[in-house]
């Protein structure tokens, strides 16, 4: 924030243009920090929601730029939100920052990154201030530098690191997750049997089945290398391995254009777990990686890192 951020006056509470919302059930604590975001420049609503689901209600509603959660709820945990949030890719890349009490708190913020972070109670309202601004611009420059790609839709490497990272660390620290890596091999055969434009086509359509195919809470990004990414979450390798393994029997070798060219589909995926395999998100990238370098030498559609 500038210098003068806790120096309000009803002219800048009038043009504010950025919106932060507290998702908390103690209203006093929302009360004050109404007052003091709201004097800084920055609208702030509240919500006190019962359920997890009520929150995406209030998202779609209020669109905010930040977004400040309590885990502890009325019945329910703000990680539930969170895990929602972070599989709906209207906000993969919301910041959010995670407000607690919990007496864990800095060990479950130690090694977080993207657009998160961990604040425990009670907190210094102007260092969360701070905090708030420094998230939004983040977020701001990682929307910029993970744009949506032109032809499939999907965000690209910098948004798959954050989400490995926050699924490892913030959403379910404590739950198995599986990650893959699937390269079409095909691709260059495609080009030339129909073009760019026929083969944006589909790469575009194959993400739709696979998408359709997998679990709704499945996130996919796509690599610096066009590789697609596939986060599974609760997921042992087995259990990514027999998703993968059927979606790909379900697509095919071929598929035919609307216009009845038909051109080859040729897989190759490399499958890897946490903690299985990985401690951390960037050991997880690393064995998917190589598992994917082994299915392409060896000329497999599928193999699970050892």
Not at 239 to 250: E, F, M, P
Not at 284 to 293: F, G, Q, R, V
Request: hydrophobic residues 45%.
């Amino acid at each position: 924030m500038p210098e003068d951020h806790r120096l309000g006056s009803v002219a800048r509470r009038l043009a504010a243009t950025q919106r932060v919302m507290v998702v908390e059930d103690e209203h006093d604590i929302a009360d004050f920090l109404r007052a003091y975001f709201r004097a800084s420049g920055y609208d702030l609503v509240h919500i006190d929601p019962d359920t997890p689901l009520a929150v995406l209600e209030e998202l779609d509603a209020k669109d905010p730029d930040c977004v400040l959660l309590d885990l502890n709820l009325r019945g329910f945990s703000g990680a539930e939100v969170y895990k929602l949030l972070r599989t709906d890719p209207r906000y993969a890349l919301l910041p959010v920052i995670i407000v607690s009490a919990r007496p864990d708190a800095q060990a479950l913020v130690q090694g977080t990154g993207g657009v998160d972070a961990f604040v425990t109670k009670p907190f210094n309202v102007n260092t969360l201030a701070e905090l708030v601004v420094e998230r939004i611009t983040s977020a701001a420059k990682l929307r910029e530098a993970a744009g949506e790609d032109e032809v499939t839709g999907l965000l690209g490497h910098e948004y798959v690191e954050a989400r490995l990272l926050d699924e490892l660390t913030v959403a379910a620290p404590d739950s198995p997750a599986a990650f893959a890596l699937a390269r079409l091999c095909s691709q260059s055969e495609i080009t030339t049997l129909v073009g760019r434009d026929g083969s944006g086509y589909v790469a575009k359509e194959l993400i739709r089945r696979v998408r359709s195919l997998l679990p709704p809470d499945t996130a996919l990004g796509l690599t610096r290398s066009d590789e697609l990414a596939i986060l599974l979450p609760g997921a042992t390798a087995a259990d990514a391995a027999g998703l993968l393994t059927g979606a790909l029997d379900s697509i095919g070798t071929s598929m035919e254009l609307p216009g009845g060219a038909e051109v080859p589909v040729r897989f190759a995926v490399g499958v890897a777990a946490y903690p299985e395999h990985a401690a951390d998100a960037d050991g997880l990238y690393m064995a998917a990686d190589t598992a994917l370098t082994d299915a392409v030498d060896r000329g497999e559609p599928l193999v699970v890192s050892i």
